[in-house]
């Protein structure tokens, strides 16, 4: 249980951060801390429905195969993982990029924290 709260706070501070970073025009470390966010996002899912983690975007499709994530939420984290790739490998550093990361990334925590908070794990159905 305490590892569990450790990874909640972990992803609360890294959305923080996000957030904090753009106020501060770091647009490319935003995007790259949004991935990251997203990674121990993904990572928490898939442990609590037993699923082994693959590389980012095979397990994101796993968790929308086997309803965990709706098509939505699926399509949004793909979209957090590539804007986080191209600020990583291409050095982009744009501010809308990094403000459609903090915005899903916004809008998915609210989901995530919502289902984390339940006792047992549940499918969610599609939106």
Excluded at 6 to 15: D, H, L, N, T
Excluded at 118 to 127: C, D, E, F, L, T
């Amino acid at each position: 249980m305490a590892d569990t709260m450790s990874k909640w706070e972990s992803i609360r501070e890294g959305a923080n951060d996000v957030e904090r970073l753009i106020g501060q025009k770091q647009y490319n470390l935003a995007m790259i801390k949004a991935r990251q966010t997203l990674e121990i996002m993904v990572s928490v899912l898939a442990s609590r429905y037993g699923m082994e983690t693959q590389d980012l975007s095979s397990t994101i499709d796993e968790l929308y195969r086997a309803g965990v994530l709706s098509r939505t939420s699926a399509e949004h984290y793909h979209k957090i993982r590539m804007i986080g790739n191209k600020a990583a490998h291409e050095a982009d550093d744009n501010p809308t990029g990094a403000n459609v990361a903090y915005h899903l990334l916004s809008q998915e925590l609210y989901t995530f924290a919502h289902d984390y908070g339940n006792q047992r794990p549940v499918r969610r159905s599609s939106q």
